[in-house]
């Protein structure tokens, strides 16, 4: 199959609804409907569709954007910075007490 094709057999087997929105599309409307491919695969195209997902332009953008937050909010540099350094600076001050 050429892989420039998926958005045309995704439109073919797929009902033409936003899987997160539910708005139905048809006619020269169904332009807003995009495919999205749910393991991030461009290249993963089965033809079954199990790797699709139409989802209207709006919608398509949010689930990207919730992928990348979820990224950046995990990175573990920026995270183990400001986590590590506090606990240290209190444990100097306890055995400056201490001591
Ligand atoms: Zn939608
Ligand atoms: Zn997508």
Redesign the pocket.
């Known amino acids: 199959m050429n892989p420039s094709n998926y958005r045309e057999q995704a439109l073919k087997i797929l009902p033409w609804i ?6 139905e599309f048809d006619g020269k409307r169904v332009r807003e409907l995009t495919v999205h491919h749910k393991d991030g695969n461009h290249d993963h195209n089965p033809p079954d569709g199990s790797n699709w997902e139409l ?2 332009i ?3 953008e949010n689930e990207h954007a919730r992928v990348e937050d979820a990224k950046s909010g995990s990175e573990p540099e920026s995270r183990g910075k400001t986590a590590t350094h506090r606990p240290l600076e209190g444990l100097a001050e306890l055995l400056k007490k201490k001591g």
């Open positions: 936003c899987a997160r929105c539910a708005r989802l209207c709006y919608c398509h």
